[in-house]
């Protein structure tokens, strides 16, 4: 299991290139598509949308379970701080993004376009559907995720089977993205475009992503000067207390996450490269394969900015309180991010349904667009890595690594 967006040999084209395809496809289409053939999309996407909301508290409980688990096995006072200064970043940087996001999007995103075009769409309707409910809701898989998942840690210094049971569940939902979702997932947006198109609003939507990508793009910057000029505090070696020098030795990571979207792929760079900026082998060795799995500041990041933009969109109502609570389960959720392309937002579609009120459509166009901008998030994760393995070489002095990991 790791961070982020992994790609499979199947996908010779990667998910991005068939996500752009499929929305130029069904902008193209929506022009020219007589509304029976659009209800077949639009009866596909209604089914599909039902089955992606039946898998998401099982993927919860699988990823989200197995990871506690892991962690609690081995839980070390090195694993313990680096776990904590990885969650602790991945929420500022989502209160962060909110903050900012919040003051700019308002003066570069009007609601009233979208608001006036969908007063007088009327979406294409789909010839049938099949409910398939979840087992249960997302906020009660997460609960039932860390019971299963710090009992399990728990039980297993006595040999318990339960880690090997909930390692193989996790192996079946990742299958089933794998190999039904992930394919299907260029077909789904493709009917949402298709739709939106024949109602009217896609030129909203994609003026909307347009501003958004850019003001992620600079956040994404200016997040890892952030990061690195705290790190830069914690480097033990003077020429290393240059934030711009330390960010610029993990260039090499940055650019081969942006080539490979996959953190996985990039761990033998990132590591490489951190221990050229100063951290003991040891230290960079134990941080930078833990934080692939566990540090989400790039993506959290994007996520928060993504849903906010369209809740603006949308002329949804909002508040601080509302999104600290939703970075702080983000940054949770996220963690069990299976290895898959788009993980980490397959992974929060859950909570965003049910604590900002996303729609499936919402979830649809929140997949488009943070896809759009895959690599650079993979890319701002792995990058700030380094910043955190800086501070953690500073916290366990090497000399005591082999007691406290």
């Not at 209604?46 to 989200?64: C, K």
């Not at 700030?384 to 005591?400: E, Q």
Request: with cysteine; glycine share 8%; aromatic share 10%.
């Amino acid at each position: 299991m790791i961070k982020n967006n992994e790609r499979t040999a199947k996908h010779r084209l990667g998910l991005l290139p068939l996500i752009i395809l499929a929305i130029a496809a069904g902008i193209g289409a929506g022009y020219i598509v007589p509304e029976w053939l659009a209800r077949v999309f639009m009866t596909f996407n209604a089914v599909f949308s039902q089955f992606l909301g039946f898998t998401i508290p099982l993927l919860i409980i699988a990823f989200v379970a197995s990871a506690i688990a892991d962690i609690g096995r081995s839980a070390g006072k090195m694993l313990i701080v680096t776990a904590l200064l990885a969650y602790v970043a991945t929420f500022c940087a989502g209160m962060g993004s909110y903050l900012t996001c919040s003051w700019c999007f308002p003066k570069l995103i009007s609601a009233s376009a979208y608001i006036a075009t969908e007063a007088t769409a009327s979406d294409i309707p789909p010839y049938f559907t099949i409910e398939m409910p979840a087992v249960m809701s997302v906020m009660s898989a997460l609960i039932l995720a860390f019971i299963i998942g710090l009992g399990t840690a728990r039980l297993n210094n006595a040999g318990s089977p339960l880690l090997g049971l909930l390692n193989d569940f996790r192996d079946i939902i990742m299958m089933v993205i794998n190999r039904a979702i992930i394919p299907l997932l260029p077909l789904y947006i493709f009917g949402i475009f298709l739709n939106m198109t024949m109602v009217g609003e896609v030129g909203t939507i994609l003026a909307t992503f347009i501003k958004v990508i850019a003001v992620i793009f600079a956040l994404h910057v200016l997040l890892l000067v952030i990061q690195f000029s705290i790190a830069a505090l914690f480097a033990r070696k003077p020429v290393s207390h240059n934030p711009f020098k330390l960010l610029w030795g993990m260039m090499p990571a940055y650019f081969t996450a942006l080539g490979t979207q996959s953190s996985a792929a990039t761990i033998p760079v990132t590591l490489e490269q951190t221990v050229r900026n100063g951290v003991s082998s040891q230290v960079a060795g134990f941080v930078i394969p833990l934080c692939a799995t566990i540090h989400m500041s790039g993506s959290t990041l994007k996520i928060v900015a993504c849903a906010l933009a369209l809740m603006i969109t949308h002329g949804m109502d909002y508040n601080i309180t509302q999104f600290a609570g939703f970075i702080a389960m983000l940054g949770i959720s996220i963690i069990a991010a299976p290895g898959v392309p788009g993980g980490a937002i397959m992974a929060s579609l859950g909570i965003l349904s049910s604590m900002l009120g996303f729609s499936q459509a919402d979830n649809a166009l929140m997949i488009a667009l943070y896809i759009s901008m895959d690599s650079f998030g993979t890319a701002c994760n792995v990058t700030g890595d380094g910043a955190l393995a800086i501070i953690v070489d500073r916290i366990f002095p090497t000399r005591s690594i082999a007691n406290q990991a």
